[in-house]
Nanobody, 127 residues
Framework: QVQLVDSGGGSVQAGGSLRLSCAASGRAFSSSGMGWFRQAPGKEREFVAAITWSGGDLDHADSVKGRFTISRDNAKNTVYLQMNSLKPEDTAVYYC????????????????????WGQGTQVTVSS
């Protein structure tokens, strides 16, 4: 199993940028698909972005396409979420997650397909 630590959140004004990082420990990271989810107060956790173990395939939620970019560096055991042109509706706690199936070529979109989670990092965007 992979242990994950999220960081990089903060408070920014609308239009600003943040880069979230998710540092992983354990040799399983380089074989795991990774995802980012977010949860706003009173709302369910929602998919933001995901990337396969090799980085060869990735996807983003429609609400963030063109503004957010997921990437990974397997040599550093880290996955990133670059967030540009932030909007107040992006305010949430952001979580990274590692998927269940090693070396899968699929991008996973639902929380039940992930078995390791970071502790979350707060992102607050003011108007």
């Amino acid at each position: 199993q992979v242990q994950l630590v999220d960081s990089g959140g903060g408070s920014v004004q609308a239009g600003g940028s943040l880069r979230l990082s998710c540092a992983a420990s354990g040799r399983a990271f380089s074989s795991s698909g990774m995802g980012w989810f977010r949860q706003a107060p009173g709302k369910e956790r929602e998919f933001v972005a995901a990337i396969t173990w090799s980085g060869g395939d990735l996807d983003h939620a429609d609400s963030v396409k063109g503004r957010f970019t997921i990437s990974r560096d397997n040599a550093k055991n880290t996955v990133y979420l670059q967030m540009n042109s932030l909007k107040p509706e992006d305010t949430a706690v952001y979580y990274c997650a590692a998927s269940l199936v090693p070396y899968s070529l699929r991008v996973y979109y639902t929380a039940r397909e992930y078995n390791s989670w970071g502790q979350g990092t707060q992102v607050t965007v003011s108007s």
